[in-house]
């Protein structure tokens, strides 16, 4: 599990014996193909870290059906806001193939944090940095979306 940690861009930037740690707490968790690890309108509790297989986040759109968001590979992670706020889960999270997980929950993650301010610091700054490029991802995407719009 630690490999596939490590290659996470939220731990990357990590030294091997903090992500240790962070490994410590994770629980893995087998999906079978078709089997939601959550969905949209959940309470949040904890972030997950693809470590074989693939997940599929996506929405269901009134009057559309399901919009695929992304489909996530090893070392991608999601589930991430729920360490950062109490809202619910903001999309579905199904395996879109047959999956490990690793699992990382909110209040054992929090009270490692707790305890470890200067691996906090690192993990919040890297939370930051992955927050800011899905922003300017998304941005993208409206403004494409409004060019496209236009035309029609």
């Not at 999601?78 to 879109?96: C, K, T, V, Y």
Request: proline residues 5%; charged residues 30%.
């Amino acid at each position: 599990m630690d490999d596939v940690l490590r290659v996470c861009p939220l731990f990357a930037s990590l030294r091997p014996e903090q992500v240790q740690k962070v490994a410590a707490l994770a629980q893995e968790r087998e999906v079978p193909q078709g089997e939601l690890v959550f969905r949209e309108g959940d309470p949040g509790d904890a972030m997950y870290v693809v470590l074989s297989g693939k997940i599929r986040i996506s929405k269901m759109l009134e009057g559309v059906g399901e919009e695929a968001l992304a489909v996530l590979e090893p070392g991608a992670f999601f589930g991430e806001m729920a360490l950062i706020d109490d809202a619910p889960r903001s999309a579905d999270a199904r395996a879109h193939s047959p999956c490990k997980l690793a699992e990382l929950r909110r209040d054992e993650l929090e009270q490692l944090l707790f305890v470890d301010r200067e691996l906090a610091h690192d993990i919040l700054w890297s939370f930051c940095r992955t927050l800011s490029v899905r922003l300017r991802e998304t941005n993208e995407k409206i403004k494409a979306f409004f060019a496209l719009s236009a035309f029609h």
